[in-house]
């Protein structure tokens, strides 16, 4: 499973490239309406390979008059620049994006890492790969804290479910999370825009269906035991006594939990059915899983 942060750094090689592209392009251009600018730099070049054999044959005469000649065609280069111009970085690679420096990130609120805008086609390939590509109008900005007429709670519900995802100071002692709510309330809306969020944050991510748990591949199932973060939407009693979903699902919480990693059930169904219904090897964890409420 491709993460954002494998994304970007599949993409340097290419970033350098188009980088070193460009400067070559201005340094032709410079170096064509300059021709005596390339020729100082040539003699500049020249001088430092002569200076180099006379420090390895420790002859300490012509390594002072190279050095003087350097300095004296460095002088020269800076008037001609000065005098004309040019760019005096117009040798040197500059960044293709200046938000980001061509890291893939940019500092977001706070002065938070968060993924620059330029990594836009890498954050929609990384959605496609985590789960979500059927939920690409799914937007935090566009979360309605004021459905069901309840905005207060929905802010706060919000606000701990960040919370457990950051895995801020009162929610990193438990690694198991449940999220339950009556049908039709914006669950599976919000747990999206979580898990958005954590890869726009450079987390290592997954969405899934809890019924969908069994048909995943198995390499897939072997990454989501080691992400920062994983969301089960649709976590329901029966679901996990059917179709070996209650072995994988138990494979992936005991991994998971052992390692810290967070984990959040998303359910219609309150805590107590949940830990009385499901396969029993699910609803020991269930009974001591933090509440997101």
């Known amino acids: 499973m491709k993460t954002i942060k494998g994304l970007i750094a599949a993409g340097l090689a290419e970033t350098e490239a188009v980088r070193r592209i460009r400067r070559d392009e201005v340094m032709t251009r410079v170096y064509n309406e300059h021709p005596e600018l390339k020729d100082i730099d040539s003699r500049i070049i020249d001088i430092r390979k002569d200076r180099l054999i006379a420090v390895i044959d420790h002859?300490?005469?012509?390594?002072?008059?190279?050095?003087?000649?350097?300095?004296?065609?460095?002088?020269?280069?800076?008037?001609?620049?000065?005098?004309?111009?040019?760019?005096?970085?117009?040798?040197?690679?500059?960044?293709?994006?200046?938000?980001?420096?061509?890291?893939?990130?940019?500092?977001?609120?706070?002065?938070?890492?968060?993924?620059?805008?330029?990594?836009?086609?890498?954050?929609?390939?990384?959605?496609?790969n985590c789960g979500l590509g059927d939920y690409t109008s799914f937007t935090m900005k566009n979360y309605r804290k004021d459905y069901l007429g309840d905005?207060?709670?929905?802010?706060?519900?919000?606000?701990?479910?960040?919370?457990?995802?950051?895995?801020?100071?009162?929610?990193?002692?438990?690694?198991?999370?449940?999220?339950?709510?009556?049908?039709?309330?914006?669950?599976?809306?919000?747990?999206?825009?979580?898990?958005?969020?954590?890869?726009?944050?450079?987390?290592?991510?997954?969405?899934?269906?809890?019924?969908?748990?069994?048909?995943?591949?198995?390499?897939?199932?072997?990454?989501?035991?080691?992400i920062d973060f994983l969301v089960i939407d649709d976590f329901a009693d029966d679901v996990t006594l059917h179709d070996d979903i209650g072995t994988v699902l138990n494979s992936v919480l005991e991994v998971r939990s052992a390692a810290g990693l967070c984990t959040v059930l998303v359910s219609a169904l309150p805590a107590a059915e949940l830990i009385k219904g499901c396969d029993m090897r699910v609803s020991g964890k269930l009974g001591r899983a933090g509440k997101i409420a």
Request: aromatic share 6%; with cysteine.
């Open 59 to 128: 002859d300490e005469r012509l390594e002072k008059r190279y050095e003087i000649e350097e300095e004296n065609l460095l002088s020269q280069r800076e008037r001609l620049i000065r005098d004309n111009g040019i760019d005096p970085e117009f040798d040197m690679e500059k960044p293709i994006c200046a938000k980001c420096n061509d890291t893939g990130f940019a500092k977001g609120k706070g002065g938070t890492p968060i993924v620059c805008s330029c990594k836009q086609a890498e954050l929609e390939e990384c959605y496609e």
């Open 151 to 226: 905005p207060e709670k929905r802010s706060k519900i919000m606000e701990q479910f960040l919370k457990v995802m950051l895995g801020k100071e009162d929610t990193s002692d438990k690694p198991l999370w449940l999220y339950s709510g009556a049908p039709q309330t914006g669950k599976t809306y919000l747990a999206v825009c979580i898990t958005k969020t954590a890869i726009s944050l450079g987390k290592s991510a997954f969405y899934t269906k809890c019924e969908n748990l069994s048909t995943l591949e198995e390499d897939t199932v072997d990454a989501i035991k080691r």
